[in-house]
């Protein structure tokens, strides 16, 4: 269990909607312009090491490095915009979802980046790379597949936020009680 409530509104579905599609589009742009930039250098032949085992430093570290931050990232912007909107009550659904959009957006931009770097390495213009390294854009294009944001994954975050800013509010609430 993922602490996630499972039984979403249908009106909350329907609200994180429209917010969502935009987060497809323009997830869906970014994999397909790496998916074009992945695809043109198979295509033209990737310039790869004599030494197949060879470690291209370089380009791994900046792949491994994007991947990290891809996950990292996210969470600062998304603890930043959450701690923001709580001083301007009261939230909307409409904020979280933009909240979500936001750090999400930044998390497949960071990926966008890794998985393009990798994709430059195969022209060998950082580093010569051994033939394994095609796995490496191909690793990082499936992991911005698997993080497609879909509308009931939205919207379930919503609500989980929505729960946590509820609880917050209540103990709030009871700490700061006037004594009688």
């Known amino acids: 269990m993922n602490g996630w409530p ?8 329907a609200e994180v909607r429209p917010q ?28 790869f090491s004599e030494n197949p085992s060879a470690i291209p430093l370089i380009p791994l570290g900046l792949a491994a490095g994007g991947a ?3 996950f990292v990232m996210p969470e600062i912007v998304r603890q930043a915009n959450l701690a ?10 409409d904020a979280l979802v933009t909240v979500f959009q ?16 990798s994709c430059l ?11 394994w390294f095609l ?25 989980a936020r929505r729960e946590e800013l509820d609880s917050e509010k209540s103990i709030d ?3 700061h009680r006037p004594e009688r």
């Open 102 to 117: 936001t750090s999400h957006l930044v998390g497949i931009a960071m990926l966008e980046g890794a998985a393009l770097m």
């Open 6 to 13: 499972t039984d979403i509104p249908e009106k909350t579905l």
């Open 135 to 159: 796995v490496v854009p191909a690793v990082l294009l499936a992991l911005m597949a698997v993080r497609f944001p879909r509308p009931r994954s939205v919207a379930e975050w919503v609500a």
């Open 121 to 131: 390495a195969l022209t060998g213009e950082l580093s010569q790379v051994p033939r």
């Open 20 to 47: 969502t599609r935009v987060m497809q589009i323009i997830h869906g742009a970014l994999m397909v312009g790496v998916l074009a930039f992945f695809a043109v250098q198979i295509v033209r032949g990737p310039q």
């Open 68 to 70: 990290m931050l891809s």
């Open 173 to 175: 609430v009871r700490l």
């Open 84 to 93: 923001q909107i709580k001083t301007k009550p009261p939230i909307t659904t």
